[in-house]
Each structure stands twice: as structure tokens, then as C-alpha cells.
């Protein structure tokens, strides 16, 4: 389904973000990326859809190479991919209604879009989406009115909505209490099974991965260092993991990681990409 062989990515501060990174997602499982801060799990679910765009490497996605795609081509692969984000995505000031059917803009003219004219079985279906996630009853309601449990089930019907392929999701319970993570969690991982998709999770919270999905794919420093089940996550894998991005991390001076955090906030090529989306 999802076939990711020897990634790159070089940022144009010189950051080697993903160094040689080979993984796949097969039929309906999930998949959790986890490793320390810095590791490149961002950057790996954000070249898969081309937000940030690989310098080497392929991806190939239901046998399509999306690293070669063109521009037409990579806007009709995008509707196979729905993609959840830490921080929602939402257009703060628009309605939940009007939020989750922008899932459909990729399948209706510019003209409709504009109108934000869609099909009734779309409208129908929205409906049904909201209420699988559990805010039923919240279509008019502004997405700014909504706490940040309630924005990101709106950020998965929308993704559902779309009818994807596979769900990427970036950071899904990051800026969410422990209590709500774990329910979105859940709920994310239900729907995929419902749907019979796979999904690929960029997690921090190792417990949440060792919860919520099938196997495990740890990232230190660019590098893969781990994949396996849950289960053959032990003390030793962990170690390799968060130990190995931690040592590497300590070889830069302060200063430098100063240098690199002030870099990092001006690379407008790849800022410019995540608006485009
Ligand atoms: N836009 C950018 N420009 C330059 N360097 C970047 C950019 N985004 C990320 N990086 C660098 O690439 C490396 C990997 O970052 P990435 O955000 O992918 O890691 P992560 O594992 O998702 O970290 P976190 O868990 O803290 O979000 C880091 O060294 C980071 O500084």
C-alpha cells in the first residue's frame, strides 16, 4: 500500500532531517512513528503527501511514485491521503459543517467550491461522519467554539470524509490532556478499521503507540533504528531509541542548537508548502 524506500530529506539549512528511512504500511494496519524530538517524524509524514518535499528516495503509494508526481498528478494523489494535524488545520471561523466538507474540495470544480456547493450525498454523509466522532449536533456551531477534543474529531471526519487511501496523522494528541489523547486515540483507530484503511501515526507518547497500534517504527536522528510489534518494544529497544537521538543530540554546542532553532523558522520554501495544501 505504502512503500517508503531510502527517504531523504536535506532542509536548506543543511539539516539532514531523514537519512535513508525504508518502511511500509500494508493493508489495514497502524502504524506509529516514534523517537525523540528532532528524530524526523514530522518531516517523514509531511513527505509522504509532499508538504515538505524529500530531496531523495521514493514513496510510492497503491503503486503510484508520489516523489515524481507532477503538480496535477500530486493534487489527485492528496485526495487518497487524509491528513490529520496537531494542530487541527481548521478555518477557525467557518462552521463545523462547512469545515468537514472542505474535505470534499479536492472532487468538486473550483466554480462549486467557491459556492461551497456540494453534492447533497456529500452533505449526507458529513452528517453521518460527525456523528460517528461524536460531535453530532455541532454543524453550525463556529470551529473557534470548540475545545481542542471536540477540533480534532472534526479534523478526522474531514479526513474521513475525503475517503482516503491511508491516514497520515501528524501529532494527533499533542495539544490535548491525557484523558482526551487517549479517546482520540481510540476513536481514530476505530474509524480506520471501520473504514478498513491504514494509518500512519507520528506519535510522542510511546504508551499511546504501544496502545493504540499494530507495530512500531522508531526514528533517532534521521535513522531508523527500531520496527516491531508492541510487543517486542522492550527496555532495550526503548533505549535504542531515546538514548541514540540523546547522545547525538548532546554533540551540538547550545549555540549551535540556537543557530539551527533560528534556521529552521526561516526556511520559506518548505513554509510555503504547508499553506499550499
Ligand atoms: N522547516 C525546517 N527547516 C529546517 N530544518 C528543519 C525544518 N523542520 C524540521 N527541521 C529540522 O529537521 C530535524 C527533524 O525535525 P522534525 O520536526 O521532523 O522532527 P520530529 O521528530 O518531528 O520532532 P518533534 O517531535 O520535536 O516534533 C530537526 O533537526 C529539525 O530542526
Same mark, same amino acid.
Given at each position: 500500500?505504502?512503500?517508503?524506500?531510502?527517504?531523504?530529506?536535506?532542509y536548506?539549512?543543511?539539516?539532514?532531517a531523514?537519512?535513508?528511512v525504508?518502511?511500509d504500511?500494508?493493508?489495514?494496519?497502524?502504524?506509529?512513528?516514534?523517537?525523540?524530538?528532532?528524530?524526523?517524524?514530522?518531516?517523514?509524514?509531511?513527505?509522504?503527501?509532499?508538504?515538505?518535499?524529500?530531496?531523495?528516495?521514493?514513496i510510492?503509494?497503491?503503486g503510484?511514485?508520489?516523489?515524481?508526481? $507532477?503538480? $496535477?498528478e500530486?493534487?489527485?494523489?492528496?485526495?487518497?491521503?487524509?491528513?490529520?494535524?496537531?494542530e487541527?488545520?481548521?478555518?477557525e471561523?467557518?462552521?463545523?459543517?462547512?469545515?468537514?466538507?472542505?474535505?470534499?474540495?479536492?472532487y468538486i470544480?473550483?466554480?462549486?467550491? &467557491?459556492?461551497r456547493?456540494?453534492?447533497e450525498?456529500?452533505?449526507?454523509?458529513? @452528517?453521518?461522519?460527525?456523528?460517528?466522532?461524536?460531535?453530532?449536533?455541532?454543524?453550525?456551531?463556529?470551529a473557534?467554539?470548540?475545545?481542542?477534543?471536540?477540533?480534532?474529531?472534526?479534523?478526522?471526519?474531514?479526513?474521513?470524509?475525503?475517503?482516503?487511501?491511508?491516514?497520515?496523522?501528524?501529532?494527533?494528541?499533542?495539544? &490535548?490532556?491525557?484523558?482526551?489523547?487517549?479517546?482520540?486515540?481510540? &476513536?481514530?483507530?476505530?474509524?480506520?478499521?471501520?473504514?478498513?484503511?491504514?494509518? &500512519?501515526?507520528?506519535?510522542?507518547?510511546?504508551?499511546?503507540?504501544?496502545e @493504540?497500534?499494530?507495530?512500531?517504527?522508531?526514528l533517532?536522528?534521521?535513522?531508523?533504528?527500531?520496527?516491531?510489534t508492541?510487543?517486542?518494544?522492550?527496555?532495550?529497544?526503548?533505549?535504542?531509541? @531515546?538514548?541514540?537521538?540523546?547522545?547525538?543530540?548532546?554533540?551540538?554546542?547550545?549555540?549551535?542548537?540556537v543557530?539551527?532553532?533560528?534556521?529552521?523558522?526561516?526556511?520559506?520554501?518548505?513554509?510555503?508548502?504547508?499553506?499550499? @495544501?
Amino acid at each position: 500500500m505504502l512503500e517508503i524506500t531510502d527517504l531523504e530529506k536535506v532542509y536548506s539549512t543543511g539539516d539532514e532531517a531523514l537519512k535513508g528511512v525504508s518502511m511500509d504500511v500494508e493493508g489495514e494496519e497502524v502504524v506509529s512513528i516514534i523517537g525523540p524530538s528532532g528524530a524526523g517524524k514530522s518531516t517523514l509524514i509531511r513527505c509522504i503527501n509532499r508538504l515538505t518535499e524529500p530531496t531523495a528516495g521514493s514513496i510510492v503509494l497503491d503503486g503510484e511514485d508520489v516523489t515524481t508526481m $507532477s503538480k $496535477s498528478e500530486l493534487r489527485n494523489a492528496r485526495r487518497d491521503m487524509g491528513m490529520i494535524f496537531q494542530e487541527f488545520n481548521l478555518v477557525e471561523r467557518l462552521t463545523v459543517m462547512e469545515n468537514v466538507l472542505s474535505g470534499r474540495v479536492g472532487y468538486i470544480s473550483t466554480m462549486q467550491a &467557491l459556492r461551497r456547493n456540494f453534492p447533497e450525498e456529500d452533505v449526507q454523509r458529513a @452528517y453521518e461522519v460527525l456523528d460517528r466522532v461524536g460531535v453530532g449536533g455541532m454543524e453550525n456551531k463556529r470551529a473557534d467554539e470548540l475545545s481542542g477534543g471536540q477540533r480534532q474529531r472534526i479534523g478526522i471526519a474531514r479526513a474521513v470524509l475525503q475517503r482516503p487511501k491511508i491516514l497520515l496523522v501528524d501529532e494527533p494528541t499533542s495539544a &490535548l490532556d491525557p484523558e482526551t489523547s487517549f479517546a482520540v486515540m481510540e &476513536l481514530l483507530t476505530e474509524i480506520a478499521r471501520e473504514e478498513g484503511i491504514p494509518v &500512519l501515526i507520528n506519535i510522542h507518547e510511546v504508551e499511546l503507540a504501544l496502545e @493504540y497500534t499494530d507495530r512500531i517504527v522508531g526514528l533517532a536522528d534521521g535513522e531508523v533504528v527500531f520496527k516491531g510489534t508492541p510487543d517486542e518494544f522492550d527496555q532495550g529497544a526503548r533505549d535504542t531509541i @531515546y538514548r541514540a537521538g540523546e547522545s547525538r543530540e548532546d554533540q551540538s554546542t547550545p549555540g549551535e542548537q540556537v543557530q539551527k532553532q533560528q534556521s529552521a523558522s526561516v526556511d520559506i520554501s518548505d513554509a510555503d508548502r504547508e499553506t499550499s @495544501y
